[in-house]
C-alpha cells in the first residue's frame, strides 16, 4: 500500500514540476525567441538513401532538414564547440544542435557531406572501424574519405572495433556483446566475466587506437551500439580515456553531461515540419512527458 501511494505521489509530483518548468520555459522562450538556452541538442541519424527505411531518410529529406534548422535560426555547431561546452570551457549560441550519424555508411560522403558543406554546416559520424571500406550490400566509408571530411572540420569517432552487431547466449538469444559475455561456440561454454571484460576492453582499445593513428590526437568519445550500456562498459570506457558516452536516451545536453542524450530524427516519417515539431517539442510540457516515458521504455529494453 505505502509503496503503490509513493508512486502515486511521486508522478503527479513530476507531472507538476515538469508543467511548472515547461510554462516558465515557454515565457522565456516567447520573451526572446528562442527554445532553449545553455543546453544543446544532439540529432542522431544512420543513413541516407533514395529508398527510405525505419533508419533511412532520402537525400532530398535530409536537404530539407538542413534548410529547416537554417531558417528557424537553430545553430548547427561542431562536436568540438559541444565538448567545450559541456567541459564548461565556453558557451554555445541559443538552439545549438550537434549533427550525428552511426555506423559510418558511405552515403554520409556521398549525400551528408555535400549537402552539409552547402549549408556551412558539419556534422560527426561515429564509426565501426572493421567494416570501413567493405560493402556487405550498403556500402562504408573508406579512410581516404573519412580523412577528406576531417580536414573539412567534419568529426569520426568510436562505434566500436567490430562489436556492433549482436551475438548470442548460450541460449541462442541475441545479446549486445558489449553489455554481455557471448557464447563461445569452439568451446562450447560462455564467456567467464573476466574474459568478457578483457574481449571488450581489447576491441575499444584497438578501434580508438586506429581512430587516433589516422586522425591525429582528437578527444575521445563513445557511442554505444544500439545505446545499449551498462556501468562495467562505462567503466572499461573511463579506463581507456572516454569521457563522453552517446547514447539512445532522449533530451537536451548541459555542462557537465557525461551520457549524452540523442534525438533519433532519422527516419522516413520525420519530415522537416515533423523535425521542428520535435525539437520545439523538447521544452514543451508534453514534450518533457514524452521524454520521460521514452526514456523509461529505453532503459527497459536495456535491461531486457
Not at 541519424?45 to 529547416?68: C, G, N, R, V
Not at 579512410?143 to 551475438?167: A, C, P, V
Not at 558489449?178 to 582499445?205: G, H, S, W
Amino acid at each position: 500500500m505505502f509503496k503503490q501511494k509513493f508512486i502515486r505521489y511521486f508522478c503527479i509530483t513530476f507531472v507538476f514540476l515538469v508543467f511548472c518548468y515547461a510554462l516558465l520555459n515557454d515565457r522565456y522562450k516567447n520573451y526572446n525567441g528562442y527554445h532553449f538556452s545553455n543546453r544543446v541538442a544532439v540529432l542522431e541519424y544512420h543513413h541516407i538513401d533514395p529508398t527510405e527505411s525505419e533508419y533511412t531518410i532520402t537525400p532530398d529529406t535530409f536537404q530539407k532538414h538542413l534548410e529547416a534548422l537554417k531558417a528557424n535560426h537553430y545553430h548547427v555547431i561542431s562536436m568540438k564547440e559541444f565538448v567545450d561546452f559541456l567541459n564548461g570551457k565556453s558557451s554555445v549560441p541559443p538552439d545549438s544542435v550537434v549533427l550525428t550519424f552511426d555506423d559510418g555508411y558511405e552515403s554520409f560522403y556521398k549525400y551528408a557531406y555535400p549537402a552539409l558543406k552547402q549549408q556551412n554546416m558539419t556534422a560527426t559520424n561515429f564509426i565501426i572501424v572493421n567494416y570501413l571500406g567493405t560493402n556487405p550490400g550498403t556500402p562504408f566509408l573508406n579512410w581516404n574519405e573519412i580523412q577528406t571530411m576531417k580536414r573539412d572540420g567534419f568529426g569520426f569517432y568510436s562505434h566500436t572495433l567490430k562489436s556492433h552487431d549482436f551475438s548470442v547466449d548460450q541460449n541462442g538469444n541475441p545479446v549486445s556483446p558489449l553489455t554481455n559475455p557471448i557464447y563461445l561456440k569452439d568451446q562450447n561454454r560462455m564467456e567467464t566475466e573476466e574474459e568478457y571484460k578483457q574481449r571488450v576492453k581489447a576491441d575499444l582499445e584497438e578501434a580508438e587506437e586506429i581512430i587516433q593513428n589516422k586522425l591525429g590526437i582528437q578527444d575521445k568519445l563513445f557511442c554505444f551500439p544500439h545505446g545499449r550500456y551498462n556501468k562495467t562498459l562505462i567503466d572499461i570506457g573511463d579506463q581507456l580515456g572516454y569521457k563522453y558516452y552517446f547514447t539512445g536516451l532522449d533530451g537536451l545536453n548541459t555542462p557537465g553531461t557525461k551520457l549524452i542524450k540523442r534525438i533519433n530524427v532519422g527516419s522516413a516519417n520525420i519530415t522537416a515540419k515533423s523535425l521542428l515539431r520535435i525539437l520545439n517539442g523538447e521544452t514543451s510540457v508534453t514534450g518533457n512527458l514524452r521524454i520521460f516515458l521514452k526514456n523509461i521504455i529505453v532503459k527497459q529494453r536495456m535491461a531486457e
